[in-house]
């Protein structure tokens, strides 16, 4: 298989996007102040601690860089550490019980027909803007309740928020905290975007995720406005770019490995491997982070309380000591234990769902245009972040 990151170019940060191996699967960077995890093990045993590893980065990142968030993170889950985590997350979870996914699959479908139609007969079309995007856009704005022709401006927001090339650290310089600053401003719009639709479902309550959450309650006592608003904007950006990303990953895939494109198109009960295997080659969301609540030994290496981990999502699904042939791309892979969706109480809740329009999307684009191939002349573009791995544009020849 051709080497995707040498031949479009992706980023250098991400080495094993390069077929290269980590120095040591537990490493401090002095630039930086994280400590790394590359392993599959380690990267395990610390999603599956949030007692030792807690979610709540925020607290120690503004205490080192003498930052203010206020309410800026009140609600959102990707913060949050047991037991108020649980259960704000069992009330979500009903939004995502397997009969209320399968459920899906019909408008999906629909959905996915009406944004093709608008590409039809065209001999080149940009996948993301024409289908990886809008597709999971409308299904989660659907279900929280929002509308769904607003997704426009949620798209102009969010690539906003990930439009940012700087690695995470301990120490920001001025650029960064700009650059964070900037982040938040624009997570505050759609934060009040969301929470001027919670406050109209306060007064007339609909069946929607959005009054799940307004009327929902936490030990006696409702989630505040700014915790709903919160809570929503990590549904509605979650909901969806992981997914668009999963969707363009897994054909750019297909693109570099003709023989996989062959077999699934003759055999589409193929297709839910290859998603598999696209979500641990090129994992969307490829860095987490989380921060020792106490001095703890992992790999060999102690490290001290309170500090932030990097926990590299993306070369752990490289690990030589869990998968063979690691870089290689490989439909037939079995078993495939990728932790591309997280692993422990913040596995991705969506998860399901993302799974589900991808195989809906992308059996019936295959259905659709017999001839799809990446465009030399009009090369991926990536979005920036390093967190991330995904395709920004994605730009296919139809015949």
């Given at each position: 298989m051709t080497n995707l990151a040498a031949k479009w170019g992706m980023d250098e940060s991400h080495f094993w996007l390069h077929g290269q191996e980590p120095q040591e699967i537990v490493r401090f960077d002095e630039q930086t102040g994280l400590w790394n995890v590359y392993g599959h093990a380690e990267t395990l045993r610390i999603l599956e601690d949030p007692t030792t590893f807690s979610s709540n980065t925020a607290r120690v990142f503004a205490a080192d860089n003498d930052m203010d968030f206020g309410d800026a993170f009140a609600g959102n889950p990707t913060q949050m550490d047991p037991p108020f985590h649980g259960k704000l997350r069992r009330l979500v979870s009903r939004a995502f019980t397997p009969k209320t996914?399968?459920?899906?699959?019909?408008?999906i479908a629909a959905l996915t027909h009406e944004l093709l139609d608008e590409v039809a007969g065209r001999d080149r079309v940009e996948i993301v803007s024409a289908l990886a995007y809008h597709l999971p856009v409308i299904v989660i704005a659907e279900l929280l309740g929002v509308p769904a022709g607003d997704r426009e401006l949620f798209?102009?927001?969010v690539e906003k928020i990930f439009d940012n090339?700087?690695?995470?650290?301990?120490?920001?310089?001025?650029?960064?905290r700009r650059e964070i600053e900037e982040g938040l401003e624009l997570s505050r719009k759609l934060h009040d975007y969301l929470r001027g639709h919670a406050d109209e479902r306060r007064h007339t309550p609909r069946q929607d995720l959005l009054t799940g959450l307004v009327e929902a309650e936490v030990d006696g006592e409702r989630l505040t406005?700014?915790?709903?608003?919160?809570?929503?904007?990590?549904?509605?950006?979650?909901?969806?770019?992981?997914?668009?990303?999963?969707?363009?990953?897994?054909?750019?895939c297909l693109d570099a490995e003709p023989d996989a494109d062959a077999r699934v198109r003759a055999d589409r009960s193929l297709l839910p491997s290859v998603i598999?295997?696209?979500?641990?080659?090129l994992t969307p969301f490829a860095s987490l982070y989380?921060?020792?609540?106490?001095?703890?030994?992992?790999a060999g290496q102690r490290i001290p309380?309170?500090?932030?981990?990097?926990?590299?999502i993306g070369a752990a699904n490289r690990d030589k000591r869990v998968f063979e042939r690691p870089h290689t791309f490989d439909p037939d892979r079995g078993p495939n234990p990728h932790i591309g969706f997280g692993r422990g109480i913040h596995f991705c809740i969506g998860a399901p769902l993302a799974r589900l329009e991808g195989r809906i999307a992308l059996d019936i684009l295959l259905d659709r245009f017999p001839v799809l191939r990446a465009d030399p002349e009009n090369p991926p573009t990536f979005l920036p972040s390093p967190d991330l791995t995904g395709v920004k544009t994605l730009t296919l020849l139809t015949s």
């Amino acid at each position: 298989m051709t080497n995707l990151a040498a031949k479009w170019g992706m980023d250098e940060s991400h080495f094993w996007l390069h077929g290269q191996e980590p120095q040591e699967i537990v490493r401090f960077d002095e630039q930086t102040g994280l400590w790394n995890v590359y392993g599959h093990a380690e990267t395990l045993r610390i999603l599956e601690d949030p007692t030792t590893f807690s979610s709540n980065t925020a607290r120690v990142f503004a205490a080192d860089n003498d930052m203010d968030f206020g309410d800026a993170f009140a609600g959102n889950p990707t913060q949050m550490d047991p037991p108020f985590h649980g259960k704000l997350r069992r009330l979500v979870s009903r939004a995502f019980t397997p009969k209320t996914v399968a459920d899906l699959a019909p408008r999906i479908a629909a959905l996915t027909h009406e944004l093709l139609d608008e590409v039809a007969g065209r001999d080149r079309v940009e996948i993301v803007s024409a289908l990886a995007y809008h597709l999971p856009v409308i299904v989660i704005a659907e279900l929280l309740g929002v509308p769904a022709g607003d997704r426009e401006l949620f798209k102009d927001w969010v690539e906003k928020i990930f439009d940012n090339d700087q690695q995470m650290s301990v120490k920001q310089t001025e650029e960064q905290r700009r650059e964070i600053e900037e982040g938040l401003e624009l997570s505050r719009k759609l934060h009040d975007y969301l929470r001027g639709h919670a406050d109209e479902r306060r007064h007339t309550p609909r069946q929607d995720l959005l009054t799940g959450l307004v009327e929902a309650e936490v030990d006696g006592e409702r989630l505040t406005p700014t915790e709903v608003a919160n809570f929503a904007n990590v549904l509605l950006i979650g909901g969806h770019v992981t997914t668009t990303m999963l969707m363009g990953n897994t054909l750019l895939c297909l693109d570099a490995e003709p023989d996989a494109d062959a077999r699934v198109r003759a055999d589409r009960s193929l297709l839910p491997s290859v998603i598999e295997e696209s979500l641990r080659y090129l994992t969307p969301f490829a860095s987490l982070y989380r921060v020792t609540t106490t001095d703890v030994e992992i790999a060999g290496q102690r490290i001290p309380k309170d500090r932030l981990v990097g926990v590299r999502i993306g070369a752990a699904n490289r690990d030589k000591r869990v998968f063979e042939r690691p870089h290689t791309f490989d439909p037939d892979r079995g078993p495939n234990p990728h932790i591309g969706f997280g692993r422990g109480i913040h596995f991705c809740i969506g998860a399901p769902l993302a799974r589900l329009e991808g195989r809906i999307a992308l059996d019936i684009l295959l259905d659709r245009f017999p001839v799809l191939r990446a465009d030399p002349e009009n090369p991926p573009t990536f979005l920036p972040s390093p967190d991330l791995t995904g395709v920004k544009t994605l730009t296919l020849l139809t015949s």
